[in-house]
């Protein structure tokens, strides 16, 4: 079946620097996709989204970007901070309710 | 405004016995989802309850897992009898619906030995 997933499973940035985590995603009829924070013990929490009809979001601090030729998504995180590290995943909505998620990405800030 | 809250964190049972998990999700949202993660994999759907009903079930992996939503506002996970492949962390999360984020829950962290 189609799925996303995840370009790398670690990342380590000194903290200061920019972060980019990629995702590729295989279903193309995807319309609606999610940025995922989780953090040790916790549950994921929602960082930012992005709809099919646009390339570009940004919010405080991080920017999705969706390519649909080549179906990548990205998340950059500006200015990297220690609270930053943790596990980042990205989703893919299906049927309008059910999440398709990637591996994950484990990000580590180095202080 | 509260989260989605779920009970218990951590549960550690033997093979074969019983295990029930309960979700409470954000009030007011009559989405609730329930989804798993095993042995560091990717987070996998299991079930979608639109107020009491089930919506999709598609995701539960077999005839031991049976969920529940009575009344439309919390709802249970209950494993039986578990096995030792159920070990993982169980989310519940929670939406208001009409392509709305999922709320997620911390977690319960099942560990079946």
């Known amino acids: 079946g189609e799925s996303v997933g995840l370009h790398l499973p670690t990342l380590s940035v000194q903290e200061g620097d920019n972060s980019i985590i990629n995702c590729a995603y295989s279903n193309s009829a995807s319309d609606y996709f999610i940025w995922y924070k989780q953090e040790s013990g916790k549950g994921p929490q929602f960082i930012i989204d992005?709809?099919?009809?646009?390339d570009k979001r940004q919010g405080q601090r991080v920017t999705v970007l969706l390519n649909k030729t080549v179906k990548h998504l990205s998340l950059q995180i500006a200015a990297t901070q220690p609270g930053d590290s943790a596990v980042y995943f990205c989703?893919?909505?299906?049927?309008?309710?059910?999440?398709?998620f990637g591996a994950g990405t484990t990000v580590t800030v180095r202080a | 405004e509260a989260g989605v809250t779920q009970f218990p964190s951590h549960s550690v049972i033997e093979k074969g016995q019983t295990v029930t998990l309960r979700c409470d999700p954000i009030?007011?949202?009559?989405?609730l989802y329930w989804y798993r993660r095993v042995m560091g994999k990717e987070i996998k759907f299991l079930l979608h309850f639109v107020k009491e009903s089930k919506q999709d079930e598609s995701g539960m992996p077999n005839n031991r897992f049976l969920a529940e939503r009575t009344g439309g506002t919390y709802s249970t996970l209950k494993v039986q009898p578990a096995e030792l492949e159920d070990s993982g962390v169980y989310f519940c999360a929670s939406s208001q619906g009409g392509g709305s984020p999922l709320h997620f829950g911390n977690g319960t962290r099942l560990t079946v030995t």
């Open positions: 009030s007011g949202h009559d989405n």
């Open positions: 989703a893919e909505n299906k049927d309008d309710y059910k999440l398709s």
């Open positions: 992005i709809r099919s009809n646009m």
